[in-house]
T-cell receptor, first 114, second 110 residues
Framework: DAGVIQSPRHEVTEMGQEVTLRCKPI?????LFWYRQTMMRGLELLIY????????DSGMPEDRFSAKMPNASFSTLKIQPSEPRDSAVYFC????????????FGSGTQLSVL | GEDVEQSLFLSVREGDSSVINCTYT??????LYWYKQEPGAGLQLLTY?????DMKQDQRLTVLLNKKDKHLSLRIADTQTGDSAIYFC??????????FGKGTKLSVKP
């Protein structure tokens, strides 16, 4: 398996623009997680899905952030409108189940909002 | 709330042993994990320990778990420059999400 695939690897955009990050989990994995990593706050869980259903989105910073998982092999994280403070590395991860399983991470999307 | 704490930095000389420490709050996690993040990359699972075990050894890596004190440590023997990375301790929280510490940046000097 190719592992968790994220795109794009890098995204540079201007404040106010819409940003869409994409993730393809490992085939057969039922849980998908979106994390954000910054120097100040470390790794923060934004949202996670189990069997394509959002289970906990309490980490989503505000209404500008939204995430979808239309099927078992694809998820998006959208920021609209983007702000400079959204600049971070966004990771997608997947696992076989929601707990007590190993998490596999993608390579991340480095987002810079100017 | 649930929390995982780690020291932020560790510097060692090549060939020495490294010990990275972690404390956690939720004792219901069945497994505890160590992840490694190299520059510009995602996190990779390095090793993990079942919560009923005290120790796990895997080549140069030794994981020690003290459930009473909720303390987890990772020892890397004969540390190499290739071990330079950020190491994250993690446990499953009660809400079904993996909770990470802020990571310990290990610097290995030749």
């Amino acid at each position: 398996d190719a592992g968790v695939i994220q795109s794009p690897r890098h995204e540079v955009t201007e404040m106010g623009q819409e940003v869409t990050l994409r993730c393809k989990p490992i085939s057969g994995h039922n849980s998908l997680f979106w994390y954000r990593q910054t120097m100040m706050r470390g790794l923060e869980l934004l949202i996670y899905f189990n069997n394509n259903v959002p289970i906990d989105d309490s980490g989503m910073p505000e209404d500008r952030f939204s995430a979808k998982m239309p099927n078992a092999s694809f998820s998006t994280l959208k920021i609209q409108p983007s702000e400079p403070r959204d600049s971070a590395v966004y990771f997608c991860a997947s696992s076989l189940g929601p707990a007590n399983e190993k998490l596999f991470f993608g390579s991340g999307t480095q987002l810079s909002v100017l | 709330g649930e929390d995982v704490e780690q020291s932020l930095f560790l510097s060692v000389r090549e060939g020495d042993s490294s010990v990275i420490n972690c404390t956690y709050t939720d004792s219901s996690s069945t497994y505890l994990y160590w992840y490694k993040q190299e520059p510009g990359a995602g996190l990779q699972l390095l090793t993990y320990i079942f919560s009923n075990m005290d120790m796990k050894q895997d080549q140069r890596l030794t994981v020690l778990l003290n459930k009473k004190d909720k303390h987890l440590s990772l020892r890397i023997a004969d540390t190499q420059t290739g071990d330079s990375a950020i190491y994250f301790c993690a446990e499953w929280g009660s809400q079904g999400n993996l909770i990470f510490g802020k990571g310990t940046k290990l610097s290995v000097k030749p």
